[in-house]
């Protein structure tokens, strides 16, 4: 007779789910004893950690990851993370031990008390079975709830009495279950779809994430050539969904509604794909489309698209709807926008720190073409789009809802999850200490992520913001004392500081060659974002 454990290892093993990343109590132990020896447990130290190797991983690979957490306590530390994975659809299948079942109502201790409404808005979905026989079930809808668009986190809390219990032979039939979604315009809406493009005058694209995440990177390319449009990203970039070398590329667009109407100013035809409308993050009012402009939204995700506050969307796949518009689409005889000038070479510095700008050229020189970045420091994302050339999918990440403590677990998760390819992680020193326990799982399963920690000893982004906001006497901005190469080496970690460009470039060549991570720390100076 089957059991809700061994019904649940099957049903997650024929879903191609066989990693597990978590950090247990006694809640989680009836799941994970008898682990199965084709999974793998990837331990972080730290729930939001936890959450945010699983959500790198998932990122990258496009996979559904697993997630198990300790009761309230676990899913609380993990919700920081947890914002994140909500605005960049990441699928993620979190679930976390409850109590038995006769000891809940008591709020025994380890109760997650009211355990569906602890991670909302964060998730599609909330569950608790309310029997046993439920469980396997509950986790078959919780991988496809996860999986299909828009994709995005749910979460499951199942006492710990029930893993033993057995369960219906039935239950056994959610393990090789198919759940698609087809999501293409209808022969109508891509005719409007395509005599909107073919009409206008002057259009323009605004690429977001959902691009990169359904690898549409090259269908994008192809629409942009054939309309001959200059291309925006969508702003508060947390993915590249275009070569950034591409003469077509403009850069990512401010984050701010007078800024985005700025930039867009003499297009008759805004065409934003795989990107909510719009990630606003400085409050600087204006119209929120310039003057003569339409905007039509392609997107996954029906939340995004009914909260627009101007403009047309379709929902529906993007790489299908992007592919079925390029074939619909003339070909224009405009001409090809000119490619952006490539920055100067940073001036070198005779005394003192770095600039981040000498280290990004020397990225662009050193690092492999299809490095993966995951970015962290706030204050340098400019100069990082300008001097690192990012040409293929997958190519960067960035924390989707701004949630600090992301760089470190996702770059391990990233690394994870391609192997093939190197990740460096590009870290400030603020946003180094919100997971720094990162660096534990990285050396522990000798995961070779290259950790660069930019030191300017502020929240550069911060202090920024406080002049724009008027707020420059504002106290705790700056985050002076940290060794950081102290702090790696107790996580077992190697470590070298860095204080010159030429050693940047002998120690960066050597952390290419090494089997295990290996963080250099760089006291940087302070730039505008
Ligand atoms: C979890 C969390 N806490 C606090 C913040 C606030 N915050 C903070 C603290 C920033 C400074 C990050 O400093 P850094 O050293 O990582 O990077 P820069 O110096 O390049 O800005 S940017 C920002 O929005 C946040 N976004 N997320
Ligand atoms: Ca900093």
Redesign the pocket.
């Known amino acids: 007779m089957a059991t809700v454990h061994s019904a649940t290892y099957q049903l997650l093993r024929q879903q191609g789910i066989n990693k597990i990343f978590g950090n247990p109590g006694s809640n989680e132990l009836p799941f994970l004893k008898d682990f199965p020896e084709d999974f793998e447990y990837i331990l972080g130290l730290h729930e939001g950690v936890v959450m945010g190797i699983a959500d790198g991983y998932a990122l990258s690979s496009g996979e559904p990851a697993m997630v198990n957490l300790h009761a309230a306590a676990g899913t609380g530390n993990a919700m ?1 993370a947890l914002t994140n994975a909500w605005y960049s659809h990441s699928p993620l299948v979190v679930t976390a031990g409850q109590q038995a079942r006769s000891l809940m109502g008591v709020e025994s201790m380890l109760s997650n008390v009211d355990a569906t409404q602890l991670p909302r808005p964060l998730v599609k979905w909330s569950y608790e079975p309310s029997w046993h026989g439920d469980v396997p079930r509950a986790i078959s809808q919780a991988i496809h709830m996860a999986t299909q668009p828009a994709r995005g986190p749910v979460y499951v809390s199942i006492p710990h009495d029930d893993w033993q219990q057995e369960v219906e032979d039935d239950a056994l039939l959610l393990a090789d279950r198919d759940v698609a979604t087809a999501g293409m315009p209808s022969t109508a809406q891509l005719t409007k779809l395509a005599d909107r493009l073919n009409n206008a005058v002057n259009p323009v694209l605004v690429l977001g994430p959902d691009i990169d995440a359904y690898h549409a990177n090259a269908l994008a390319v192809q629409l942009a050539e054939k309309i001959a449009a200059p291309v925006w990203v969508a702003p508060s970039a947390p993915r590249c969904p275009f070569p950034t070398r591409h003469a077509c590329f403009r850069g990512t667009l401010p984050a701010a509604v007078a800024g985005v109407s700025a930039k867009l100013a003499g297009h008759d035809l805004i065409i934003v794909i795989g990107a909510p409308v719009f990630r606003y993050h400085q409050h600087a009012p204006g119209r929120y489309l310039p003057e003569g402009a339409e905007l039509v939204q392609l997107t996954c995700d029906l939340q995004e698209a009914s909260r627009a506050p101007m403009g047309d969307a379709l929902v529906g796949d993007i790489s299908g709807m992007l592919s079925a518009l390029l074939t619909a689409t003339q070909q224009t005889q405009r001409s090809m926008p000119v490619a952006l000038p490539v920055p100067a070479p940073a001036p070198d510095v005779t005394e003192g720190p770095l600039t981040p700008e000498i280290i990004f050229d020397e990225l662009n020189t050193l690092a492999p073409d299809d490095a993966i970045y995951v970015k ?5 994302v400019t100069a990082f789009w300008q001097r690192v050339e990012m040409r293929h999918q997958g190519s960067y990440f960035f924390p989707a809802a ?4 992301f760089g470190l677990p996702a770059a391990v998760g990233v690394q994870l999850a391609q192997p093939e390819r190197q990740v460096i992680g590009v ?5 180094a200490n ?1 997971a720094i326990t990162a660096l534990w799982t990285a050396a522990q399963y000798q995961i070779p992520v290259i950790f660069i920690i ?1 030191k ?1 000893g ?5 202090r920024w913001f406080s002049r724009i906001l008027d707020a420059e006497d504002s106290p705790g901005l700056d ?1 002076p004392g940290l060794d950081f190469c102290a702090i790696a080496r107790g996580y077992g970690v190697e470590a070298i500081e860095i204080n010159s460009r030429e050693q940047f470039q002998t120690e960066f060549q050597n952390a290419l060659n090494a089997k295990g991570p290996v963080l250099l720390e760089i006291p940087t100076t ?1 730039i505008e974002p």
């Open positions: 920081g962290e420091s706030t204050s340098t701004g949630g600090l403590g870290i400030g020193d603020g946003s919100y930019l300017n502020t929240y550069g982004a911060l985050v302070t």
